[in-house]
């Protein structure tokens, strides 16, 4: 997780200062946004997103743009309001109990309390699909969810492009939409003609029609942790990319 210090701000406090006051120090303002890149502000020219509090700022402020520190929240946090390293110690510290472990998946349960459960691309195991734009590009990637059944029986599994909420057919498009900070572009349409799935060594394959709005699989699963992965096909049966969205219900 990166932090990106964005501004500065030197502000005097009080509104005019009487002749032979002596003023006192100025006030700080230090913003730190997380998971935020340099072109994310509409005063860094970016063209969609819309931040006219921050451009405000970026346009009062004096601005600091040779500020080093570590690529990590806490160590950034902590070199810059002790300019001093000791918080890294702490990190190190936190980390070495917990490298060994960190690439064990932290599986999601279905057949559980939660029935049905929804799975989406951003559970993909080390494969990166987390933003809607994403998903309306129909970007041609796949992954394999990591799952715990949590009772043994009869499951039944749908696969989806769009979510249930969306109403929209496996191969359809998207419209665009406007948002508070920008706009949506439509979403591309996919030539999604049939489905797959493979879970507990077991493989199936259905056909769609243009129409659906979900490919539907019946299986049955034992208890205990595993993998489930989904394939949309195009009329050569040929990948076009995984399920971006699944509904796994125990029947």
């Known amino acids: 997780m990166k932090s990106t210090l964005i501004s500065i701000g030197l502000l005097l406090a009080g509104t005019q200062l009487a002749i032979g006051e002596v003023a006192g120090p100025p006030n700080v303002i230090i913003v730190i946004a997380d998971d935020q890149?340099?072109?994310?502000?509409?005063?860094?020219?970016?063209?969609?997103?819309?931040?006219?509090?921050l451009d405000q700022l970026h346009r009062e402020s004096l601005r600091f743009t040779q500020f080093h520190v570590a690529p990590m929240c806490t160590p950034t946090r902590g070199q810059l309001m002790t300019g001093v390293a000791r918080m890294r110690s702490q990190l190190d510290g936190w980390w070495n109990?917990?490298?060994?472990?960190?690439?064990?998946?932290?599986?999601?349960?279905?057949?559980?309390?939660?029935?049905?459960?929804?799975?989406?691309?951003c559970e993909w195991w080390d494969v990166f699909v987390d933003q809607?734009?994403?998903?309306?590009?129909?970007?041609?990637?796949?992954?394999v969810w990591h799952i715990e059944v949590a009772?043994?029986?009869?499951?039944e599994i749908e696969l989806r492009r769009w979510p249930r909420e969306a109403g929209l057919a496996l191969a359809a498009e998207a419209p665009a939409e406007t948002l508070?900070?920008?706009?949506?572009?439509?979403?591309?349409?996919?030539?999604?003609?049939?489905?797959?799935?493979?879970?507990?060594?077991?493989?199936q394959r259905v056909s769609v029609s243009a129409s659906q709005e979900a490919a539907v699989f019946r299986v049955p699963l034992r208890a205990g942790p595993?993998?489930?992965?989904?394939?949309?096909?195009?009329?050569?049966?040929?990948?076009?990319?995984?399920?971006y969205y699944a509904y796994?219900?125990?029947m």
């Open 180 to 203: 508070t900070d920008g706009k949506l572009p439509a979403g591309r349409a996919l030539a999604v003609a049939a489905a797959r799935i493979q879970v507990q060594g077991q493989a």
């Open 226 to 243: 595993t993998t489930l992965q989904s394939w949309f096909l195009n009329a050569a049966d040929a990948p076009i990319c995984g399920a």
């Open 97 to 121: 109990g917990l490298k060994d472990h960190v690439n064990e998946p932290q599986r999601v349960v279905i057949g559980g309390v939660e029935n049905p459960t929804m799975l989406t691309a």
């Open 151 to 155: 009772a043994p029986g009869e499951y």
């Open 248 to 250: 796994i219900r125990k």
């Open 132 to 143: 809607q734009a994403q998903v309306r590009r129909g970007d041609p990637k796949n992954g």
């Open 37 to 53: 890149g340099y072109g994310d502000l509409g005063c860094h020219g970016n063209p969609v997103v819309r931040t006219p509090h």
